[in-house]
């Protein structure tokens, strides 16, 4: 069973910059499309960001132009790269596979303060 371990989150201000990283265990990480989602208090967890195995990216409007995924399959490691960090940006980080989920890390806080 593939385990994905993320990190990287913190408190922050508004306007600043996080990467945060995921690592997943398993032997067929480079073949699959990866996420990163987050999910606030009281909110449905949503996709921010995605890459497939390709490299392609897309991004939910409301981070695009701020937030930056990318992979170094070697290392199984899937990265977010967040600047201009709003408070609305809030919310527990988590990685998994596009469209067909693994079972759920436990994700990283990421809290930005205004």
């Known amino acids: 069973q593939v385990q994905l371990v993320e990190s990287g989150g913190g408190l922050v201000q508004a306007g600043g910059s996080l990467t945060l990283s995921c690592v997943a265990s398993?032997?067929?990480?480079?073949?699959?499309?990866f996420g990163w989602y987050r999910q606030a208090p009281g909110k449905q967890r949503e996709l921010v960001a995605g890459i497939n195995s390709g490299g392609s990216t897309n991004y939910a409007d409301s981070v695009k132009g701020r937030f930056t995924i990318s992979r170094y399959n070697a290392e199984n490691t899937v990265y977010l790269q967040m600047n201009s960090l709003k408070p609305e940006d809030t919310a527990r980080y988590y990685c998994n596979r596009l469209y067909t989920f693994y079972n759920w890390g436990q994700g990283t806080q990421v809290t930005v303060s205004s």
């Open positions: 398993g032997s067929t990480f480079d073949i699959n499309p």
